[in-house]
């Protein structure tokens, strides 16, 4: 089973940028996809990116495509999700799991806070 563990989240005004880390370690990773989820006060988890870790191929909802990117370095064993021009209600905790599944029990994750 893979276990992946967040990092990289922060305070950033409106229009900023951060980018979050998914350190993966637990063996072969080939034939998983994963996912970058996020959870805002008072609302429930939701999907933002997944990314197939064999090919590298992304997908992205529709709230976030065009300004968060997906990630993958192979040799470190690194998701990244790169997020620019963020709005105030990019504000959540983020956390990365497998996709479309999140078969992991949830850790803590990362809080980003973006101010207005």
């Known amino acids: 089973q893979v276990h992946l563990v967040e990092s990289g989240g922060g305070l950033v005004q409106a229009g900023g940028s951060l980018r979050l880390s998914c350190a993966a370690s637990g063996g072969s990773f080939d034939s998983y996809n994963i996912g970058w989820y996020r959870r805002a006060p008072g609302k429930e988890r939701e999907f933002v990116a997944t990314i197939r870790w064999s090919s590298g191929s992304a997908g992205y909802s529709t709230s976030v495509k065009g300004r968060f990117t997906i990630s993958r370095d192979n040799a470190k064993n690194m998701i990244y999700l790169q997020m620019n021009s963020l709005y105030p209600e990019d504000t959540a905790v983020y956390s990365c799991?497998?996709?479309?599944?999140?078969?992991?029990?949830w850790g803590q994750g990362t809080q980003v806070t973006v101010s207005s």
């Open positions: 799991n497998t996709a479309p599944s999140a078969v992991n029990p």
